[in-house]
């Protein structure tokens, strides 16, 4: 089992920038793929960002391009979200997930493929 706990959430000004972290215990998830997915107010879970089990590979949802950098840190079983030019629309609770095993070279969007779960952390941007 791998137990994921986001952190860095906050309230932040439209325009600023937020870096959210999440550490995985029970087990090394270097092998595995690792993504970042949000839920809104009344919308549905949506795919911000992914990264290979090596960091080769990443992937962004079409709203976050440009905006959003994911990476991981292997040695601390870890990964991020760097958010800069935060919008209103970005407020949501921001959800860490992990594959089993990985999909490179491409990293996929679909939370179906992501095993593992952490419980969330709330960012919301002030307009």
């Known amino acids: 089992q791998v137990q994921l706990v986001e952190s860095g959430g906050g309230l932040v000004q439209a325009g600023g920038s937020l870096r959210l972290s999440c550490a995985a215990s029970?087990?090394?998830?270097?092998?595995?793929?690792m993504g970042w997915f949000r839920q809104g107010p009344e919308k549905e879970r949506e795919f911000v960002a992914g990264i290979s089990w090596r960091g080769g590979s990443t992937r962004y949802g079409d709203s976050v391009k440009g905006r959003f950098t994911i990476s991981r840190d292997n040695a601390k079983n870890a990964v991020y979200l760097q958010m800069s030019s935060l919008k209103h629309e970005d407020t949501a609770v921001y959800y860490c997930?992990?594959?089993?095993?990985?999909?490179?070279?491409?990293?996929?969007?679909?939370?179906?493929?992501?095993?593992?779960w952490g419980q969330g952390t709330q960012v919301t941007v002030s307009s």
């Open positions: 029970g087990r090394s998830v270097t092998s595995s793929d």
């Open positions: 997930a992990v594959t089993r095993g990985t999909r490179w070279p491409t990293v996929s969007q679909d939370a179906n493929q992501y095993a593992y």
